[in-house]
């Protein structure tokens, strides 16, 4: 079993930044690919971000150049999503979650994940 704890989300002013982070426990490890998406109410939830056991990273077009996501490289167990220059649009609630098998053609579709977090709420104003 692998649980995830998601946290950093805040209340930031547009042009802002956070850092999440995704602590991992249970059986996990590097061979995950961890990923990063984000809901807000009616939508469909948006992969934003994910990693995978090779190092190999996708982003979704609406953060390219502003997020990046990467892991701890003293703890295996955890990710982080670096969010700079944030707009209103980003609001959302995050999630992070992870797979021990990920389609290589679609790391961002919730689909491909077994494993979620509870989320972390991001909020920008403008």
């Known amino acids: 079993q692998v649980r995830l704890a998601e946290s950093g989300g805040d209340s930031v002013q547009a042009g802002g930044s956070l850092r999440l982070s995704c602590r991992a426990s249970g059986h996990t490890s590097r061979s995950y690919c961890m990923g990063w998406f984000r809901q807000t109410p009616g939508k469909e939830r948006e992969g934003v971000a994910s990693?995978?056991?090779?190092?190999?990273?996708?982003y979704a077009d609406s953060v390219k150049g502003r997020f990046t996501i990467s892991r701890d490289n003293a703890d295996e167990k955890i990710v982080y999503l670096q969010m700079n220059s944030l707009e209103p649009e980003d609001t959302a609630m995050y999630l992070c979650a992870g797979s021990s098998v990920v389609d290589r053609n679609r790391p961002l579709s919730q689909y491909q994940y077994n494993y979620w977090g509870k989320g972390t709420q991001v909020t920008v104003s403008s």
């Open positions: 990693i995978d056991s090779d190092g190999s990273i996708r």
